[in-house]
Antibody, heavy 122, light 109 residues
Framework: VTLKESGPALVKPTQTLTLTCTFS??????????VSWIRQPPGKALEWLAR???????FYSTSLKTRLTISKDTSKNQVVLTMTNMDPVDTATYYC???????????????WGQGTLVTVSS | EIVLTQSPATLSLSPGERVTLSCRAS??????LAWYQHKPGQAPRLLIY???NRATGIPARFSGSGSGTDFTLTISSLEPEDFAVYYC???????????FGQGTKLEIK
């Protein structure tokens, strides 16, 4: 299983950020599979952003849901996150991660991408 | 929104020592809690899922316990590679929204 994030390293304030997570070793069409986006501003804690499930259910952070959209392209093994109205406080390393795949497991992200640093600056 | 509070913020210990990290939830999360190890420049590593289950490949010196609002991660004997930041993470039952604690930094004394 591998995941890799891609997208712009630099965006301007008010612009829309689009990040792509390209994964291998599993399929998002398989029952139970799910992928989340998580970010970490420099020197700060991890923050969960959004999740998409095999059945196309989508869930968003309460504080950011008005700015986020998550989608998937099962044929390409990709998950895309868009975040509107970017601000310098959104500067962070953005990770995609797979929800744990184990028989009865419910909580945890078992595989992560290496992350991509996005800087918001004019 | 469920808030996770980790304590202490920083811990200075020596290799070979036993350490217990705490994570407290603002309301019950059942056993929907995970622990991660995070080193600079690397992706977080899942250690414990569903409060007490070791993830694949995680050494037996790592153990998790607790349920409801109080959880602990114990490292029975610190190895040099264990010095890192540790995060707890919860998810609500439905909708499955997640949050992380603010982290505990484990540093070499």
């Amino acid at each position: 299983v591998t995941l890799k994030e891609s997208g712009p390293a630099l965006v301007k304030p008010t612009q829309t950020l689009t990040l792509t997570c390209t994964f291998s070793g599993f399929s998002l069409s398989t029952t139970g599979m799910r992928v989340s986006w998580i970010r970490q501003p420099p020197g700060k804690a991890l923050e969960w952003l959004a999740r998409i499930d095999w059945g196309d259910d989508k869930f968003y952070s309460t504080s950011l849901k008005t700015r986020l959209t998550i989608s998937k392209d099962t044929s390409k093994n990709q998950v895309v996150l868009t975040m509107t109205n970017m601000d310098p406080v959104d500067t962070a390393t953005y990770y995609c991660a797979r929800g744990i795949s184990a028989a009865t497991a419910e909580t945890g992200f078992d595989y992560w991408g290496q992350g991509t640093l996005v800087t918001v600056s004019s | 929104e469920i808030v996770l509070t980790q304590s202490p913020a920083t811990l200075s210990l020596s290799p070979g020592e036993r350490v217990t990290l705490s994570c407290r939830a603002s309301q019950s999360v059942g056993n929907y809690l995970a622990w991660y190890q995070h080193k600079p420049g690397q992706a977080p590593r899942l250690l414990i899922y569903d409060a007490s289950n070791r993830a694949t490949g995680i050494p037996a010196r790592f153990s998790g316990s607790g349920s409801g609002t109080d959880f602990t991660l114990t490292i029975s004997s610190l190895e040099p590679e264990d010095f890192a930041v540790y995060y707890c993470q919860q998810r609500t039952t439905w909708p499955p929204l997640c949050s992380f604690g603010q982290g505990t930094k484990l540093e070499i004394k």
